[in-house]
């Protein structure tokens, strides 16, 4: 009789159960708006509620990283997953419960009625969904990203290929220590628009070129960095960039881009051998510091270099004769690596040479008051322009 009674019931109950469930996802579905746009322009801020690991790999630029479960926390969910789906949705909703409540009293107490918070998981699944809920029933205007960050990521490989060509490049040029970085930054701030690869990628796109105790980004986080950039400059005006080889570090240039650096206009700097040393010495004093370190990167070059240079460069590191080691270096390695590259890509025959005295503050205006002059009045192709500064 009991099983009976259960049976009977059971339609009953089943039909309840799905009724009460379909309202409270019409219900949840009415609390918070879906898009497509994750630079939604009506956004407030935007929400990363992924796992700390996953929002370092890569993440929507300027997103707030709130996870609902840590790392650890999600590991532990996803083994008890693998033997008991219910088990785990249970261990999940009170982790996540517990870590939104915490979010709230840390983090959104004191966010104004008309804050509009964008948020984004993996996938546009539960746990960007119960942040959205709580935050609506709060009242807060929510906007949830529709397919999470694969929706994002889509838009950044697609903005990748058509963002570089709407811009027009002028590539500044020069062999190692000219201190084209340094012109770069003296251009942006006189109000021109620049690219800085080696800043995003926190390298300075040679062997010794990593920043000193910096790791460089994810390639997928360089190509979110390079989207972002490249989305606000003004097609109307030059973009000013270093050139570089394919790669800077570890990370590859996208190839719509680095073409269109290859095809662009150059502004080729010139420095005395002398004050290319100096500069070098200023820029990497941490290798003076570290020379068993900086032997163990030169030891990669023992290929192409051969047994005995590496050793003229061991020994005057020991010797502390810094200047003549980096002129050797200069000489024996980087100038002709950088000549080979630049005829290896390529690069356009429309150029100007700029050849300055030094890298003082004076030299620096001075050469960014003559190079953004002749390069707006610059328009033959193929020529070549020489000055001094």
């Not at 879906?34 to 929002?55: C, G, H, M, Q, W």
């Not at 989305?231 to 050139?243: C, M, Q, T």
Request: glycine share 6%; with cysteine; proline share 4%.
């Amino acid at each position: 009789m009991w099983r009976g009674s259960m049976s009977v019931m059971q339609p009953l109950c089943t039909r309840r159960s799905a009724v009460f469930t379909s309202s409270c996802q019409c219900m949840f579905r009415n609390l918070y708006t879906k898009t497509l746009d994750p630079f939604d322009p009506n956004a407030s801020e935007v929400i990363d509620t992924r796992a700390p690991l996953e929002y370092q790999q890569d993440h929507i630029p300027g997103a707030v990283n709130l996870p609902v479960l840590t790392n650890e926390q999600r590991s532990h969910v996803g083994e008890v997953y693998n033997k008991d789906s219910f088990e785990a949705r249970k261990l999940g909703a009170s982790l996540v419960t517990r870590n939104i409540s915490q979010h709230i009293s840390h983090y959104f107490i004191n966010k104004p009625a008309h804050y509009q918070p964008l948020v984004y998981c993996w996938r546009g699944g539960q746990r960007s969904q119960s942040l959205s809920i709580v935050l609506s029933q709060t009242g807060f205007e929510v906007r949830l990203l529709e397919g999470g960050y694969r929706t994002y990521r889509r838009r950044v490989i697609s903005d990748l290929q058509q963002l570089p060509e709407k811009l027009k490049y002028i590539v500044l040029t020069g062999l190692t220590g000219t201190g084209k970085t340094l012109l770069l930054h003296a251009l942006s701030r006189k109000g021109a628009q620049v690219l800085d690869l080696e800043g995003l990628a926190r390298h300075k796109g040679s062997l010794l070129g990593l920043w000193h105790q910096e790791t460089q980004p994810s390639q997928k986080m360089w190509e979110s960095l390079l989207r972002h950039r490249l989305a606000s400059f003004d097609p109307a005006k030059p973009v000013w960039v270093e050139s570089e080889s394919a790669k800077v570090g570890n990370l590859l240039i996208p190839m719509r881009l680095f073409h269109k650096m290859c095809r662009a206009e150059r502004v080729e700097v010139c420095l005395p051998m002398e004050e290319r040393v100096k500069h070098i010495l200023r820029d990497y004093p941490h290798w003076m510091q570290d020379v068993s370190t900086l032997k163990s990167v030169l030891l990669r070059l023992k290929k192409v270099r051969g047994q005995k240079t590496i050793d003229s460069w061991f020994q005057l590191a020991d010797q502390g004769r810094w200047e003549e080691f980096v002129e050797q270096l200069l000489v024996q390695h980087y100038d002709s690596t950088y000549t080979m590259s630049q005829k290896k890509n390529e690069w356009s025959k429309k150029k100007i040479a700029v050849h300055l005295k030094d890298l003082s503050g004076e030299s620096q205006m001075e050469f960014v008051d003559d190079v953004l002059d002749s390069t707006k009045h610059s328009t033959k192709t193929g020529t070549e322009v020489n000055f001094s500064v």
